[in-house]
């Protein structure tokens, strides 16, 4: 007889899993499907988030880092430092470490939640009993066929790397996300197509061990999803202080694995170029993960782009059935699914669930970070909306100068009317703690004054966050 369960999720990955617990804890009876086997393979919860993607990405950045400042920081606080090296392998084994912690971190809140975990590949299989009201799904798994039954399914099936056509990663040589975190050693020349959120995040990553780092972007802007002077700070710092190599408006042509690396011809300005390189990740986006969901069976409507289509509260034109995070419309970001989840899971439960899409934080994990959350300057400018603008720096900051890093600055923007906090955007080596306060302000709908009149810790970095504030109405106190 088949297993039946009040509820679904299709996906263990950030979005699929807090689901599942939130579901769980709302007194449902919960199971969750995920196929994922990691390099030993045993069964892993997390999906590509913790185990090929924001964890494991996370973990070599800190390494790296630690590392270009035992070579260049140390000695401005007196420290010298001979002989430094680093052990790639024993990097990559940390890295692997974290992995398996917070992989089996979740296991353990399945348990501790009642969470069934189904392990295999889950294809909708129409609708079940009870008139209709309920879903078949079937899951695959180690040569075994298994029919299971729910009255609500969350679908958090997730994304996966795009990749070129033309192009074929085989994850040694040509890599995506998943062969760029687990190099063996480091490239002499690393190639990277893409110069966007994850190309930058993995090219610092290696520049910082050794390598030279040349990145082909298609688009002629950078980062044009950040505001303008966030941009352009962080292509002056990135280009000119740190060596990469960044080459905007590239349109790329043949790529040829030789036995001593690869070639990738591109086009530049009209000009033929070529670029060689021991090792090249390609970083072009993602795209939603619906293979075998079986969702032309199901009727389920996905749109132009492979997205399943959803209303404002997740919920998609078959009755019951929701899908969230990655596979769904809005930003590919873990958090976002995170909220989703619980917004799903609470309005299963019959309760009132919601997610604020204006309150978003984005943060590129680089050194320095960036990050940020609501509108940019040149969005407020396209539509029409008159606006007032704080910014300050970092290097007229205490703690900052103490940390020996005062790159970057806050920058707020306010409501010209209203005085309402429209979008906060941060350059700083931990914007993505600091965006944090931005975020709860821009939920109550504070305003500017707001934060100008809240005490802020002496010395803090916070204090930034309190003069870019205080400079909307043109009173910064320390400029």
Same mark, same amino acid.
């Given at each position: ?5 009040d509820v679904i999720v299709i996906g263990a990955g950030p979005a =699929? ?38 964890? %494991? ?25 001979? =002989?430094?090296?680093? @052990? ?43 008139a209709g009201s309920r879903w078949n799904i079937e899951v695959t ?15 958090? !099936? ?6 070129? %056509? ?51 972007? &298609? ?23 740190? =060596? ?24 530049? $300005?009209?000009? &033929? ?15 939603? $993960? ?25 919920? !998609?034109?078959?009755? $019951?059935?929701?899908?969230?995070? @990655?596979?769904?419309?809005?930003? /590919? ?28 934080p984005w943060v590129i994990y680089t050194s320095p970070e960036i ?46 009317? !209203? ?32 934060? &100008? ?24 106190? $320390? /400029?």
């Amino acid at each position: 007889m088949a297993q039946s369960f009040d509820v679904i999720v299709i996906g263990a990955g950030p979005a =699929g899993y807090i689901s599942a617990i939130r579901a769980a804890q709302l007194g449902q009876k919960v199971a969750c499907i995920e196929s994922w086997k990691a390099p030993s393979g045993k069964g892993a919860l997390g999906g590509t988030c913790l185990n090929v993607g924001c964890i %494991p990405s996370k973990a070599l950045l800190e390494s790296s880092e630690q590392y270009e400042h035992v070579l260049h920081g140390l000695k401005d606080h007196g420290v010298a430092v001979t =002989g430094a090296t680093m @052990d790639v392998a024993k990097m990559i084994a940390r890295k692997d470490s974290i992995v398996t912690k917070m992989t089996g971190g979740i296991e353990y809140l399945f348990r501790k939640n009642k969470i069934t975990w189904l392990k295999g590949h889950a294809k909708l299989a129409g609708p079940g009993g009870d008139a209709g009201s309920r879903w078949n799904i079937e899951v695959t798994g180690d040569g075994s066929v298994e029919l299971v039954d729910a009255r609500s399914v969350v679908i958090a !099936t997730g994304s996966k790397a795009r990749h070129l %056509p033309g192009i074929a990663v085989d994850n040694e040589s040509i890599c995506d996300n998943i062969g760029a975190l687990a190099f063996k050693d480091v490239p002499k020349r690393l190639g990277v197509i893409g110069a966007g959120v994850i190309g930058l995040e993995l090219g610092s990553v290696w520049r910082r061990l050794g390598a030279e780092v040349t990145m082909l972007e &298609a688009l002629p802007s950078f980062l044009a999803a950040a505001d303008e002077s966030v941009a352009k700070e962080a292509w002056k710092i990135f280009t000119k202080e740190q =060596g990469l190599d960044i080459h905007l408006g590239a349109k790329i042509g043949k790529v040829t694995q030789g036995k001593k690396g690869v070639t990738v011809e591109y086009e530049l $300005n009209g000009a &033929a170029n070529k670029m060689e390189c021991d090792k090249l990740i390609v970083s072009v986006g993602r795209q939603p $993960n619906t293979d075998g969901l079986g969702a032309e069976v199901a009727g389920l409507k996905l749109d132009a782009r492979g997205f399943i289509e959803v209303d404002a509260h997740c919920r !998609t034109n078959l009755q $019951n059935v929701y899908a969230i995070g @990655d596979v769904v419309r809005g930003p /590919m970001l873990a958090h976002k699914g995170e909220e989703e989840g619980v917004m799903v899971a609470e309005l299963i439960a019959g309760q009132k669930g919601h997610v604020n899409y204006d309150a978003i934080p984005w943060v590129i994990y680089t050194s320095p970070e960036i990050a940020w959350v609501g509108k940019t300057e040149q969005a407020l400018k396209a539509e029409g909306i008159a606006y007032a603008v704080g910014q300050f720096p970092f290097a007229a900051n205490g703690r900052a100068l103490g940390h020996g890093d005062a790159r970057g600055f806050v920058k707020m923007l306010a409501d010209a009317k !209203t005085d309402e906090i429209l979008g906060v955007h941060i350059v700083n080596t931990h914007a993505s703690e600091l965006i944090a306060e931005a975020v709860v302000a821009m939920e109550f709908k504070a305003s500017s004054e707001d934060i &100008a009149r809240i005490v802020h810790a002496h010395p803090s970095l916070s204090e930034v966050m309190h003069e870019a504030a205080l400079a909307v109405s043109k009173r910064a106190l $320390n /400029m």
